[in-house]
């Protein structure tokens, strides 16, 4: 049986984006390993010349991920935020404000890092940002698909 081509394009397009959004995930790995060792990479020199690159490099690159995850997974979660209410908030999200939570506080046991919260808050300002603007792009504006 021949499927629609209007099916076939959006599992392509899905396919697409979870390649992408591994690819940048590994990516992510490469640097805090490289930081984990001490290794200093070609974004170190950027990021130091810049007024609170770091922070705005934190920012970046977790909203670049949590919109590449969000667009790969495409699945929500209905949370309570106030009786009576709830939020419907991308999975991939969630998953990763544990996942950062989790690596900077790892930073305490490393002696080549430094735990510092405010890197820990603009990771969570980038996973906030990128949360909002793939529920802008949703076209299911947060309906599971």
Do not use: C
Not at 11 to 26: E, G, K, N, P
Not at 47 to 61: N, R
Not at 74 to 101: D, E, I, K
């Amino acid at each position: 049986m021949v499927r629609p081509i209007e099916r076939a394009v959006p599992r392509t397009r899905l396919r697409l984006s979870a390649v992408a959004a591994v690819a940048f995930a590994v990516f992510l790995v490469f640097i805090i390993y490289a930081a984990n060792r001490g290794i200093r990479h070609p974004g170190h020199v950027l990021v130091e010349a810049l007024p609170y690159g770091d922070k705005f490099g934190h920012a970046g690159l977790w909203g670049v991920m949590t919109l590449m995850a969000n667009g790969a997974l495409r699945r929500w979660l209905t949370m309570p935020v106030w009786p009576g209410r709830a939020m419907r908030v991308p999975v991939a999200s969630m998953a990763l404000v544990v996942f950062v939570t989790l690596e900077e506080a790892s930073q305490f046991f490393i002696e080549s890092r430094t735990l510092d919260a405010l890197d820990l808050v603009a990771n969570y300002v980038g996973i906030t940002v990128g949360s909002l603007v793939f529920r802008a792009l949703s076209p299911s504006s947060g309906a599971d698909s």
